[in-house]
């Protein structure tokens, strides 16, 4: 039985846990009947500037104002009451003050409103009493079942209806891009961007103080959307992780999934009594679980945009096989350069490359990838250049550099301080056409051969799109053009990766009582029953144990004859440690001792340590001596977002100054291990190292799954810390020391 199947097996998705972010948004962004409750005459209220942006946009269903104070607004009929609106209505903005808005969402709920937009600030955002007001809201809903987005929010956008329900007057283009973002603001500027760049939008929601509907509830609809390619989420924090993970990692086994975690700070790093906890910041456990449900970070909105943009027009490619294709020899080096930085190969050319290439161009062109045109002005060449490129099997995707927005640089070299010269006017005339006609030809072999075709051009004009028509994926850097192949190619592998496996072949719930449930340990459970903050080290590994993890030989004694006959049971030589809840680092105390090598030296070692005993202890812990391996750490900390989360990398006393550490959300698949271990930056260590075995990869599998499903069936077990796991030269894997941290 495989990990995989074995986890699954012990861990089967929880009905509930897998349903209750599905919410049906239809009626929220595809509405025929819309009421917008608070419209106003003012123009300096929102009730009159939102209204006139849906007006603007040429919403196409049904607008229905209600005002209190106002018989017509923009000149519509408005309507006293929610009541009064004739049914039914399916999508209700609200802009009313803070206090109101409670009951508002209770006459919303009973005159049939299928979904609230709550603009409205002066909530959870502003201190107690508008989070009490909030609660009221998340209360309402949930007893009328609801969707309400908001409170707080810039509201939303939806192409097919044209629907621009916006604070500010945003006008995105249609396209087959999905947008949820936890800042308004932000979410509205970056749309603002795409608009500039002719970045198509599907969909937009600002998701605001989320008291209902959550970023994982979009991410869930967006995923399932026939007019949505590629999901993009802003997010600064997620308050429902695990629906967040069950959410993202079904998305993104259909269609890309591209965030931006905002807030990486260390101020997210809890205090903690063990290394796991100390090394467990934010950072490192969203990087972990993005990683873990295929979700592709950006590292700025802007590139966020960049990568949504390519995965929406191009395909994948099918490897990390870049060709460069040049009209310069400067820019080929540079693009070659970011490639290989970016985690792209720059092959050679094929022989029938070289060979076809030479048929089109002078002599003393590169002849190898980079191609450089060496000037050659020859459109048609260019073009039959190209598709070679394209068509080698060798190549999987290409950069084109220089051949598309070539009119935009003329432009600039006609605009003379005397006035346009119309002597490069011409220029410009002439490369406008080429460039027409050659992203029709990039277009085509994009089409022809199924490989992403990505061009570079000087020209900061270029637009994505012009009048309508199609236009090729464009940057004005290279840099920005390999990164956005990297991150395609790394979704490649994702999906390669996952292929033939369930939707969600990692689970996220702990044991519903089938297979015996959790594993029982009395001297667990008495520790939680008596207020205890840790296991001893004993207790610890025993508890390891139970579930699987490879443990030290050892034996708790209470006499020097038992500490003799303990060690020459194990065999020589052994480590003798005080043993106690309550000894967390017993070293700088004289409660070790080390290389004991005969029945003699345990003697006296034993009576040595007891002498420095100030306390209670539970006896001594006669232990294998674990030596000449190399130190690696496993443990779990629990988040509060994402519950149970399982760590690896390399331990021993430097594991805090190294941090060369991953984190996944238990339990963890067979890829997750693999991921785990490629991450490391000293993975080489678990491989051949230095005349060493590689790891027991079942064994060190069986590690890291124990303390994950350890902390999914025990909730009073705070944090897991393994260091040092010993990887031993022969391969086989052994927990040297073990703490288990129990508390909330």
């Not at 409750?37 to 229905?64: D, H, P, R, V």
């Not at 260091?723 to 894997?733: C, E, F, S, V």
Request: hydrophobic letters at 45%.
């Amino acid at each position: 039985m495989t990990l995989k199947v074995f986890i699954n097996t012990l861990f089967p998705m929880s009905k509930n846990n897998k349903n209750n972010f599905r919410v049906n948004l239809d009626p929220l962004f595809k509405p025929s009947r819309l009421a917008f409750i608070g419209a106003s005459n003012n123009k300096m209220k929102w009730g009159y500037i939102i209204l006139g942006n849906i007006l603007s946009g040429k919403f196409k269903g049904e607008i229905c104002p209600v005002s209190l104070n106002a018989d017509e607004v923009h000149g519509i009929k408005t309507y006293k009451t929610i009541a009064d609106v004739p049914k039914p209505v399916d999508l209700a903005m609200v802009v009313t003050p803070a206090k109101t808005v409670p009951g508002v969402i209770e006459e919303c709920a009973a005159a049939g409103v299928k979904s609230v937009i709550v603009v409205t600030g002066g909530f959870g955002e502003v201190g107690e009493e508008g989070a009490a007001l909030q609660r009221e809201i998340a209360a309402s809903a949930a007893r009328s079942g609801l969707p309400v987005v908001g409170p707080n929010t810039m509201g939303i956008f939806s192409g097919a209806p044209s629907l621009y329900a916006l604070m500010p007057p945003v006008r995105p283009a249609s396209g087959h891009i999905a947008f949820v973002a936890q800042s308004g603001n932000l979410g509205t500027q970056l749309m603002g961007l795409g608009q500039a760049r002719g970045i198509g939008f599907s969909k937009f929601a600002s998701s605001g103080n989320e008291a209902v509907l959550a970023c994982e509830n979009y991410i869930e609809y967006f995923g399932k959307d026939p007019e949505s390619k590629v999901v993009m989420a802003y997010i600064e924090g997620l308050s429902r992780g695990r629906e967040f993970i069950d959410a993202a990692m079904e998305v993104s086994g259909e269609k890309p999934l591209i965030v931006f975690k905002g807030g990486k700070s260390g101020a997210g790093v809890r205090a903690a009594k063990s290394h796991t906890g100390s090394l467990a910041g934010v950072e490192a456990i969203y990087d972990g679980v993005f990683r873990q449900v295929g979700a592709i970070q950006a590292s700025t909105p802007d590139e966020m945009l960049d990568i949504a943009r390519a995965m929406s027009e191009l395909p994948l490619p099918s490897g990390n096989r870049a060709g460069i294709f040049t009209w310069g020899g400067g820019w080929g080096v540079v693009a070659a350069d970011a490639c290989e930085s970016a985690g792209l190969v720059v092959p050679p050319l094929s022989p029938e490359t070289v060979a076809a290439i030479d048929k089109l161009l002078p002599p003393f062109w590169s002849r190898n990838n980079p191609i450089d045109l060496v000037g050659t002005l020859d459109r048609t060449a260019h073009m039959k250049c190209l598709e070679a490129l394209v068509a080698d099997p060798a190549i999987d995707s290409v950069l084109a550099l220089g051949l598309v927005g070539t009119a935009g640089v003329f432009r600039i070299y006609a605009d003379t301080p005397d006035g346009v010269s119309e002597e490069f006017n011409v220029y410009v005339k002439v490369f406008e056409q080429a460039d027409e006609m050659f992203e029709k030809h990039i277009l085509g072999l994009i089409e022809k051969y199924g490989k992403p075709i990505i061009g570079v051009t000087m020209d900061s004009y270029y637009n994505f799109k012009k009048d309508g028509k199609r236009r090729p994926v464009v940057f004005n850097d290279p840099h920005r053009a390999a990164h956005v192949l990297a991150r395609m190619t790394d979704y490649k592998n994702y999906l390669d990766s996952i292929s033939g496996s369930p939707k969600s072949s990692c689970v996220y719930a702990a044991s519903d009582g089938r297979n015996g449930g959790a594993v029982k340990a009395d001297f667990l459970e008495a520790a939680l029953a008596e207020g205890r903050d840790a296991l001893s080290e004993h207790d610890s590994k025993r508890l390891l144990a139970l579930y699987g993890a490879p443990t030290a030989c050892e034996k708790l004694v209470r006499s020097r004859a038992e500490a003799a006959d303990a060690a020459e049971a194990i065999g020589f030589p052994v480590v003798l440690k005080a043993c106690h809840h309550t000894l967390k680092h017993k070293t700088g105390l004289g409660l070790i001792e080390l290389n004991v090598s005969d029945r003699a030296e345990t003697e006296a070692a034993y009576d040595r340590i007891m002498g420095n005993v100030k306390g209670e202890i539970d006896g001594v812990l006669v232990q294998e001596m674990v030596t000449g391996g190399r130190e690696l750490l496993v443990g779990m900390a629990r988040d509060a977002t994402f519950g149970p989360c399982v760590i690896f990398g390399l331990g021993g006393i430097m594991a805090e100054a190294l941090r060369d550490v991953v984190f996944r959300a238990a339990p963890l698949c067979e890829r997750d291990l693999a991921d785990m271990i490629s991450e490391l930056r000293a993975k080489d260590v678990i491989g051949d190292f230095r005349g060493s075995a590689t790891a027991d990869m079942a064994a060190l599998g069986s590690a890291l799954q124990a303390v994950g499903r350890i902390g999914l069936e025990h909730p009073g077990i705070k944090e897991i810390d393994v260091n040092p796991l010993i990887l031993r030269p022969d391969g086989t894997i052994v927990a040297a020391d073990a703490l288990v941290t129990l508390g909330d």
